[in-house]
């Protein structure tokens, strides 16, 4: 996904109202990890804490950038779903990077990233291998960072068995989100998806491992949640194995204070190496992870943006722009520049203004299309929460379900390749995105030709660019007001 202020309009002079103008016209890709609360149904002191964060909030995935530097190689567990590999650069799962970093090196990089992506917001630390067992890399990252950029986000993705011990340096270095993937609180299931640990000096296996591991997770998020830290839980969906127990996650976590709860499908193919991908192990089918967020609402709130992102990401969610920043395109020194980020917020705060007062025009829209229908619409987009990305040019479409009640973010759907390719359009893309679309009833971009107009018509899916660069939601609830009476395209209730 682009990024929703392009490189090159930041890298020119940076007035306020150019920007506010590649705002409109271009985009960022929104997706990521977070509540939809916004700032309407959230505490001020929760929201002025997630506004700016891509994962935690939905909204903020819209703005927002985080990056990964990926210090952290080693880890203390095994999961059946992992193999750490640091070589591959064309895969997008967790855990993949192509290069380690010394804190020395990370802190140039973020420097780097930082004076040419004004979007960015959140240092991350996501491993390859476990943030918190790798605790020296992590801790001297985080305070070389946060010297030199103190209005940065730190944040840190762990699996948790190290977790209680360094909750209290967390503390002390002003590290205000943290996530721990947990997939089980039974350590039946456990078993089936942690071959081993490895926790006071020695390996343990079988239940005994799992027992450990979890034990030590609710600990950690327990010290974490009565220090007010705002911690996210991570889950992989296993189908047969853990899909049926993670409502009770949920409800566990919740009760623990976890603030939220992002349910991942598990990335499982033989060509990763991973112990589930050479077992055949399959993921979840979209329809089989919606039933499964669905089923733990209620609980804690549901994170549906996540892009699972590799080790070393970098920009907004869904778009990954790592490869413009490896260690030999860095300079060999690089002073920090705070003008473009701060230049950025400034219009970016009129714009999320603007963006809430169309989202409440769009729930008046809908009130008045008194309809049962409930529609998947796909939009495509490079960010600002607009739908302002042409068909051909898009590799993922955010999905959104329309009805009379509102617009609601439900996730996004991969495509392995743009329709568009050197100006022409892949039949063969065209079939795999189709595929992609699987439920979807309406296409909304910027852009579309006849062509692919006409077989996503014959495959049954809409597909219009009436609604160009509006924002969604504007766009979405337009759309169903004026089709809600038509015969239905791929209702799903
Ligand atoms: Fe990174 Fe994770 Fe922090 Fe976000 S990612 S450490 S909370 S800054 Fe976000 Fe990426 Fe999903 Fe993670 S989209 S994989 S949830
Ligand atoms: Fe891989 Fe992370 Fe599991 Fe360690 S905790 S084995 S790095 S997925």
């Known amino acids: 996904m682009a990024s929703f202020v392009s490189l090159e309009t930041l890298t020119a002079p940076t007035s306020a109202d150019a920007m506010r103008e590649a705002l409109k016209s271009s985009g960022c890709k929104s997706s990521s990890c977070g509540a939809s609360g916004g700032p309407g149904d959230l505490p001020p002191e929760v ?51 192509s290069e380690k970093l010394t804190p020395e090196q990370a802190l140039r990089k973020v420097i780097a990233v930082a004076n040419e992506v004004p979007q960015l917001s959140v240092l991350g630390i996501a ?3 476990d943030a918190c067992y790798d605790w020296r890399k992590t801790k001297a990252t985080f305070q070389a960072v946060a010297k030199e950029i103190p209005d940065i986000k730190l944040c840190i993705s762990t699996n948790g068995l190290a977790l209680p011990d360094h909750v209290d340096e967390l503390v002390e270095m002003n590290v205000d989100h943290v996530t721990i993937t947990i997939n089980m609180v039974d350590p039946m299931i456990g078993a089936k998806i942690y071959p081993w640990i490895y926790f006071g000096n020695r390996r343990h296996t079988g239940l005994v491992a799992s027992q450990i591991l979890h034990e030590r997770q609710m600990l950690g998020l327990e010290m974490l949640t009565e220090r007010g830290i705002l911690v996210k839980v991570n889950s992989v969906l296993i189908p047969g194995i853990n899909d049926h127990h993670l409502a009770e996650v949920n409800a566990a976590v919740k009760a623990r204070g976890a603030f939220l709860h992002n349910i991942m499908p598990l990335i499982s193919d033989p060509a990763h190496g991973t112990c589930f991908g050479l077992t055949g192990q399959r993921g979840p089918t979209h329809a089989e992870l919606m039933a499964v967020q669905d089923a733990c609402s209620g609980g804690v709130n549901l994170m549906r943006h996540c892009r699972q992102c590799r080790a070393d990401a970098v920009g907004l969610l869904g778009e990954d722009r790592g490869q413009e920043f490896t260690l030999d395109q860095l300079p060999e020194t690089v002073t920090y520049d705070p003008a473009k980020r701060a230049a950025y917020r400034e219009v970016i705060a009129a714009e999320r203004d603007d963006h809430v007062a169309a989202k409440a025009d769009a729930g008046r829209t809908l009130d008045a299309a008194a309809s049962d229908a409930r529609v998947l619409v796909a939009v495509t987009t490079r960010g600002g929460a607009r739908v302002n990305q042409h068909f051909g040019h898009a590799k993922e479409f955010q999905v959104y379900e329309a009805s009379s009640a509102g617009v609601r973010f439900v996730g996004h759907r991969k495509v392995e390749n743009a329709y568009c390719q050197d100006g022409f359009g892949e039949d063969a893309t065209l079939d795999s995105t189709i595929r992609a679309l699987d439920g979807v009833g309406v296409v909304l971009c910027a852009k579309i030709g006849e062509c692919p107009q006409e077989q996503l018509s014959a495959a049954g899916i ?28 791929a209702m799903i209730a």
């Open 127 to 129: 491993g390859p291998g």
């Open 47 to 97: 929201w002025n804490r997630i506004k700016d964060h891509p994962c935690y909030s939905e909204e903020a995935h819209h703005y927002f950038a985080r990056m990964h530097v990926a210090v952290a190689p080693a880890c203390n567990i095994q999961c059946n779903y992992c193999n750490r590999k640091y070589d591959c650069a064309n895969e997008s799962r967790p855990g993949v990077v």
């Open 462 to 489: 809409v597909a219009t660019d009436a609604y160009a660069y509006d924002y969604i939601e504007t766009a979405v609830s337009a759309w169903y007001a004026a089709e809600y009476g038509r015969p239905a395209t």
